[in-house]
């Protein structure tokens, strides 16, 4: 089971196919934009109300670009999950330390944003695909699918 709800997943289908997933057209298609930035330390990512970007939702996504790619994506996919799970709790936005921690939000959003950034960016039938292509192991997978080798273990039910 995908924690992506059905309709957000109607909008994006054709992306989940796809490896690795355009994390910045699925952002595009949810009227989001997701731009890299130099944030404070110990700030991972945010997402903000902000008109400035004019994005059709009207939120915009900062990742820190100090930060690995595979984990600028990460970061920016979990910050969607946000948007997609909890945008009435988000408010004007919130601002993640380097554990994908919000100021604000639960243990438990955290760990929902979390499970939908891997539904996302290591999709189960796309997995499935590349395994029957010939890529079995995690390090294969993880390249291929633009992630950190621990974030492609766990998906695989590895122990870390
Ligand atoms: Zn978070």
């Known amino acids: 089971m995908t924690s992506i709800p059905a309709r957000i997943r109607a909008q994006i289908d054709d992306l989940l196919a796809v490896a690795p997933v355009d994390i910045d057209q699925v952002a595009t ?6 731009y890299e930035r130099s944030l404070p330390e110990g700030v991972s990512g945010m997402i903000e109300r902000s008109p400035t970007y004019e ?5 915009v996504i900062f990742v820190d670009d100090g ?21 009435d ?3 004007e936005g919130v601002t993640e330390n380097y554990l994908l921690r919000s100021d604000r939000l639960s243990n438990w959003v955290e760990v929902q944003a979390n499970r939908f950034a891997a539904d996302l960016l290591m999709p189960l039938p796309l997995i499935e695909a ?3 292509q010939g890529y079995t192991s995690v390090p294969e997978l ?6 950190s080798e621990i974030a492609m273990g766990i998906r695989l039910g590895h122990p870390t």
Do not use: P
Not at 29 to 34: K, P
Not at 67 to 87: D, K, M, N, P, S
Not at 142 to 147: C, F, G, I
């Open 142 to 147: 993880a390249h291929k699918l633009q992630v």
């Open 67 to 87: 930060e690995a790619y595979v984990r600028q994506r990460f970061t920016a996919a979990h910050e969607i999950g946000h948007y997609v799970l909890h945008r």
């Open 29 to 34: 298609r949810l009227g989001l934009a997701i």
């Open 55 to 59: 994005t059709e939702s009207g939120f």
């Open 130 to 132: 590349l395994t029957k």
């Open 89 to 91: 709790r988000i408010g």
